[in-house]
């Protein structure tokens, strides 16, 4: 189904695909400076990127900041997108590194956690979701990086070695350490 600007909502996914030509013309257009169809980029893939971020940081305080630096980057350097990769994929390159220089500059300190704290009908979905979270957070940040990416960005490891500039079995290693890992810490 078409809209006026001739954009499909994805099935189940709730974001728009764009066509080749779209995504063409967008991409000239936002290189231009036009902010409008830069947001219609952007808004392709918000959900991932807030995903990305929120799991790479562990809280949505720290995921809101990585969002904000990595929309104002991505914008700021629009012009440095040569279209070697998909504009997804640059885009989550850019997430991943303002999420992953948010928890290197995080002042330590006890984590909160985000969720109702006493809510009992949700309370072991949030204890799950909290562990979970935890063991993420004690993996070491390349790891947890092509972790992340693989579940929650839905990204190829030919993707991930990109944007991670590593060979794709050094992806793969990574990723199934990284599982080990997260068993590990869940269960002990």
Known sequence: ?????????????????????????????????????????????????????????????????ALQDTLASAWKNMHRFRGNSSFSTWLFRIATNAALAVVRRR?????????????????????????????????????????????YGDFTYEDIAIHQRIPVQTVKSRISRARRMTENLLTT
């Open 1 to 65: 189904m078409l809209d006026t600007i001739g954009v499909r909502t994805a099935l189940g996914r709730g974001w728009p695909l764009l066509d080749d030509m779209e995504r063409s013309l967008l991409l000239t257009r936002a290189r231009d400076g036009d902010p409008a169809a830069f947001a219609e980029l952007v808004s392709s893939s918000r959900g991932v990127v807030w995903a990305v971020c929120l799991r790479i940081t562990g809280n949505t305080h720290d995921a809101e900041d």
């Open 107 to 151: 002042v330590p300190c006890e984590e909160e956690r985000d969720g109702p704290a006493d809510s009992r009908d949700i309370g072991d979905r949030v204890a799950d979701a909290n562990r979970v979270q935890d063991a993420l957070m004690r993996l070491p940040e390349s790891f947890r990086a092509a972790l992340v990416l693989r579940t």
